[in-house]
C-alpha cells in the first residue's frame, strides 16, 4: 500500500492526470521518484490513442502535428516546461552563478525565456512532423527515457541549494532504491529501442542521451554549482525534443 501511495503521489505531482488522494508520508515520499517515468508510459499510451483518433477521424496534419506538441503539456500542466523557461532566464542572462540563482527564483517571466519557449515548440512541431506514425512506440520510450535520466539527476548530482525543491527529494528519497530503479526503466527502454526500434534507433538514442546528459551535468555544477528543480525540468524538456529528433533521423536512415 506504501508503494501504492507512492504512484499515486508521482502521478499528482509530475501530471495532470486525476488521482486519490492520500497522505504525503515520508516513506511514500521516499520512493516516489520510482514511479516518475510511469507518467512517460501514459503519456505514450495517450499519444498512441490520439493518432488513431485523428486517423479515423480523418483530421489532416497540421492538427495531428500539433496535438502531438501540446499533448505532452497537457498531461504534466506544464511543470517541466515552467523549469525551461526559468533556466532559460537565468542562462540568458550570462550572470555570475548567484544571479542565475535568483533569476530561477523570480517568478516573472523575460523576453528571452519567451522567445526561446517559441523556438522550442515551433522545433519539437517540426520534428514531430518528421517522426513516422508507425514507430509512435519510440516516442514512449523517449518520455519514459527522459524522466529516468531526469530521477536519476535528482538523487546523483550535487545540489546547487540545500534547501530546493530538488534537494528536499534527494535528502527524503531512498537514494539507492531510486537510482536501482531508474537504471533499470533505462535498461528496458534500450532493450525495447533495439528489438522495436531497431539497431540504429537505439545507437542513436544512446549516443545523444550520453551526450546530452554529460552537457546538463557540465550545466548544472559549471553555471549554477548543482541541480535544481528548474535544471531537471529543462533538461527533461530539452531531452524529449534531442532524442526525438535523434529516433526520427534513425528511422529515416
Known sequence: MELLGSLVIAFSMYSRIPMPQVRW?????????????????????????????VRALGLGPLFYCAGGTVLP????????????????????????REKKLEILKDPHTGAFAVIRTGVYLLLYMAVFSEFPREKLPVMGAVYILTRAMSG?????????????????????????????????????????????????????????????????????????GGMTGDLAGWFLQTGELVLMAAAAAAARI
Open 73 to 96: 503539456l497537457l498531461v504534466t500542466g506544464g511543470i517541466h516546461m515552467d523549469g525551461f523557461i526559468d533556466v532559460s532566464d537565468a542562462r540568458a542572462s550570462f550572470g555570475e
Open 25 to 53: 508520508t515520508r516513506e511514500r515520499m521516499g520512493h516516489v521518484m520510482c514511479f516518475f517515468p510511469l507518467v512517460g508510459l501514459v503519456m505514450g499510451v495517450l499519444l498512441y490513442g490520439f493518432e488513431k483518433a
Open 152 to 224: 536519476l539527476s535528482v538523487v546523483a548530482f550535487p545540489k546547487a541549494r540545500k534547501d530546493g525543491t530538488a534537494a528536499s527529494f534527494s535528502a527524503g528519497a531512498k537514494k539507492g532504491t531510486v537510482a536501482g530503479a531508474m537504471a533499470g526503466y533505462i535498461g528496458a527502454v534500450f532493450l525495447f529501442l533495439a528489438g522495436y526500434g531497431g539497431w540504429k534507433a537505439g545507437i542513436a538514442v544512446g549516443a545523444a542521451a550520453a551526450a546530452l546528459y554529460g552537457w546538463y551535468y557540465r550545466v548544472a555544477v559549471k553555471e549554477f
